[in-house]
Structure formats: C-alpha cells, structure tokens
C-alpha cells in the first residue's frame, strides 16, 4: 500500500524535508483544510485505494510536506469540483484594503536623511517573518509588508519551498521592530531620546502563495503571497499599512528612485539587526533582459528591475520586504523582493514582483 501512496508522491516530493502539522492550507478546489499526515485524512486515504487516475491526481495535488509519510491538505472531498458553468467572477473585497486616506504614512520624528539605518518609526508596515526549526531554532529569514490590520504581503518562495527548507516552517510575524537585538527599540541621548513601543508577534493562521508560482522556475514568475495573521495589528507610529497600488495609477517610471527597506545581508554578509533603507533606481525591462538572458531568465511585465548600483542592493535577508515608491509623502509597495544575481553587485539589478498586476487577487482573497 505505501508503495503505491509513496509512487504517487515521488515526483513532488523530493524538494521538501520539513512540514509543520495541522498548518491552515487550500486543498486543489481552494477549499480550507488542515496539512495533516495522509493517514489522518480518511477522505484521501480511503479514496486513494480506488487507484481511480482522478484521484491520485487530486492527491498529488494535495501535497503539502512529507516526513515518515506523506502530508496532505485535507479537506471534505478527494475529486475536482465541476467547473463552474459561467464565467467566474472575482469576489474582489477592496474595502478590506487600508483606505488611500490612511495608508502609506510615517509619523517620523528624526527621518534619517542619506543614511542606510533607519528611525524607529521609518516604514511602520515592515515586517519581519519568523521560523523555527525541528530544534526550536528561531531566525528571522523574510521580509513582508502590512496591508491591512490582519494581512502581510510577502513572497511566495518565503512561505513555501526555499525558506521553509532552510529555516524550518514559518512559525510567526512580527511588526513594528527597529532593532532586533533590544528591547525596547531607542536612539538618540539628551533631551532627544526616540524609543518605540514593544514589537507585536503573531501567529500564523493561513498563508496564501500564487497558485501559479513554480518554486523550481528560475524566473520566479508570480512569487508573491499573503499572510492571515492570528489576530488584528495594532496601528501606531510604528506600525502602519502600506499602499497597494492600481494598476491604473502606479506612477512609476524608469529611472525613478524607489526604496528598499528590510534587515538583509550588509557589505559584511552579516544581517543587520537595525531596519536599513537603501535607494535604487528602476531598471527598463529590455535592459534588465540583455543582462538575465544570459543566464535564461526572462523577466516580464508582472516583474519590476531595480538596483545595479554597487552595494545598494536586497539582499537574502529581505526577499518579501517591500520595494516602495514615494508619492506625496505617502509610501505604495510597488514591488515585493523576489530575486537577483550576487547581493549589491554592479550592474546586475534585483527583481521584484510588480504589486499592481495582483491588486485583484490581493483583494480577492482578503477575509474580514
């Protein structure tokens, strides 16, 4: 029997090592189930003994993890619900997105002008994404960005594939740090003293990749994701929402500066326990091909190119951390840090998702 259950699995499982039971999951019909061991799902496990094609099918579309055996996202049914038999319509939420009259601003009381370390209070919608090991090891590996009081926009790599192999299961989210390593976060002396409010964590209740995102792909093509928080942020000056913006008024060109903000990988190879702001500049996309073909990589118009300038670049530490434009002294995230050549590398920019062909299916997948 476990051989047959194993021959299902053996062309998806050989990339993953690490799963974390009972995670919120989205089995093939995008429906709500829990990634539990096959054995646990009585509706796969007694529908797989059928060896009907459909169904192995949907099995190894169910795949969420593997360890002793495989782990499934379970649901109510082991088939493919009919399609639908007229156009579906996009259940688009807009009003779950922060309002443009309160998004995408700071509340800075010392903005650092020309420096890589930011102020406290700089970019309150960074986040910072938590994971933890089989031995309890905890690291900060990804970046993201609040949306709303409940939502982090993130990469798809950062919640499923690369990171959860390297750090472990993404274990929670954390907003309103400055500096990693105190407690509370102050600078300045004197009379001048910042200090920010203690960092608010929560847990992870669902994480939401593009569905269409092939993790072994070198172009990384709609890596982009959502967290469900396990509860509601908190909005002061240090923690605040950032703009999504429309495709129909995104504003940004080429040549324009925009900014990346996170705790990546600095000229030391070190991550920084401060939050660090750096400028690059938006890259044309025929140019950033000329310089990715070489490696067979085609970037295209749900991806944005900036960077190229020597040690101002996101590093690993940030993939999922926002690239941000300024428009009026409010901040959108245009772009979420996907991947790139070597960190800070002359003339090889860095590549980001490009938020506004998405805002749909953002908004289409917030809950209240």
Known sequence: MWR?????????????????????????????G????????????????????????????????????????????AFFAPPPTSPRILDRRPYLLTSNQECGYEDVTSKVIGGKVTAPEEFPWTALLGYKNSSGFEQFSCGGTLINER?????????????????GPLHKVRLGEWNTETDPDCYGGGTVKVCSEKPQDFGIEEAIPHPDYVEEARDRYHDIALIRMDGNARFSKFVRPACVPHPSSEQIAVGDTLEVVGWGKTETGKSSPFKLKVQVPLVAETSCNEIFSRASVYIRSSQLCAGG????????????????????NQFYVVGVVSFGAVCGMEGVPGIYTRVSQYRDRIEGNLLP
């Open 4 to 32: 047959f259950l194993f021959s299902c699995f053996c062309l998806f499982m050989f990339n993953l090592c690490t799963v974390q039971a009972q995670v919120n999951c989205r089995t093939p019909n995008r429906e709500r």
């Open 34 to 77: 829990k990634c539990i061991r096959l054995s646990s799902c009585a509706v796969l496990y007694d529908a797989v003994l059928t060896k009907d094609p459909k169904v192995v099918k949907f099995l190894r579309e169910s795949q969420c993890g593997f360890s002793e055996e495989p782990f499934v996202c379970c649901g109510s049914v």
């Open 151 to 167: 939502y982090i926009l993130t990469a798809a790599h950062c919640v499923k594939g690369e990171s959860i192999r390297i750090a």
């Open 309 to 328: 300038e020597k040690n101002k670049d996101a590093c690993h530490g940030d993939s999922g951390g926002p690239l941000l434009a300024q428009r009026n």
